[in-house]
């Protein structure tokens, strides 16, 4: 298997416009989170999805951010309108069920919002 | 949720032992202890976990306190390839799924 792949790998926008990221977890997996690192906020789970199912989206930030997996190998997370502050390495994980079985992360996406 | 604390940052000497600690004082009986580490632009990497007995891997090994309320992860012989920031997580039960939530994690620095 490739991974968890994410994408794009690099996305500049400017402020108010839409920004889709992108993550292709590992075949199998039952688990995905997605991640936001800032050097103020550290790593800050968003949302995380079992068998594509959301189960906690607490740490979404605002009504601006929203996340789906439409199905076990694709899941997107969508800010819009997106702001300066959003800017951001977002990263995607994915794990098996068992809390004793390890998380793949992938290379993650740093969005620029301008 | 229960929480890990970690030191900030450490230090070693490349070619030593490295001992970075981890209290989660509020464990709960079902939580497992992960340890992952960030090199520099790269996402989170596996280390190690455990539960309650002492782990070994590859990469490191783990010390689980008796009473689980802390634990070590132990570098053999620190390279300068292990300079990271290492992250003690708790990935705990809950009703419907996982948490797996980081806190700030230990930034390791290897000096040649």
């Known amino acids: 298997d490739a991974g968890v792949i994410q994408s794009p790998r690099h996305e500049v926008t400017e402020m108010g416009q839409e920004v889709t990221l992108r993550c292709k977890p590992i075949?199998?997996?039952?688990?995905l989170f997605w991640y936001r690192q800032t050097m103020m906020r550290g790593l800050e789970l968003l949302i995380y999805?079992?068998?594509?199912?959301?189960?906690?989206d607490s740490g979404m930030p605002e009504d601006r951010f929203s996340a789906k997996m439409p199905n076990a190998s694709f899941s997107t997370l969508k800010i819009q309108p997106s702001e300066p502050r959003d800017s951001a390495v977002y990263f995607c994980?994915?794990?098996?069920?068992?809390?004793?079985?390890?998380?793949?992360f992938g290379q993650g996406t740093r969005l620029t919002v301008v | 949720d229960a929480k890990t604390t970690q030191p900030n940052s450490m230090e070693s000497n490349e070619e030593e032992p490295v001992h970075l600690p981890c209290n989660h004082s509020?464990?709960?009986?079902?939580?497992?202890i992960h340890w992952y580490r960030q090199l520099p632009s790269q996402g989170p990497e596996y280390v190690i976990h455990?539960?309650?007995s002492n782990v070994n891997n590859r990469m490191a090994s783990l010390a689980i306190a008796e009473d689980r309320k802390s634990s070590t992860l132990i570098l053999h012989r620190a390279t300068l390839r292990d300079a990271a920031v290492y992250y003690c997580?708790?990935?705990?039960?809950?009703?419907?799924?996982?948490?797996?939530?980081f806190g700030p994690g230990t930034r390791l620095s290897v000096l040649p």
């Open positions: 997580i708790l990935r705990q039960q809950r009703t419907y799924g996982q948490n797996f939530v």
């Open positions: 999805f079992n068998n594509n199912v959301p189960i906690d």
């Open positions: 509020t464990i709960s009986g079902t939580d497992y």
């Open positions: 075949s199998g997996h039952d688990y």
């Open positions: 994980a994915s794990s098996l069920r068992g809390m004793n079985t390890e998380a793949f």
């Open positions: 455990g539960l309650t």
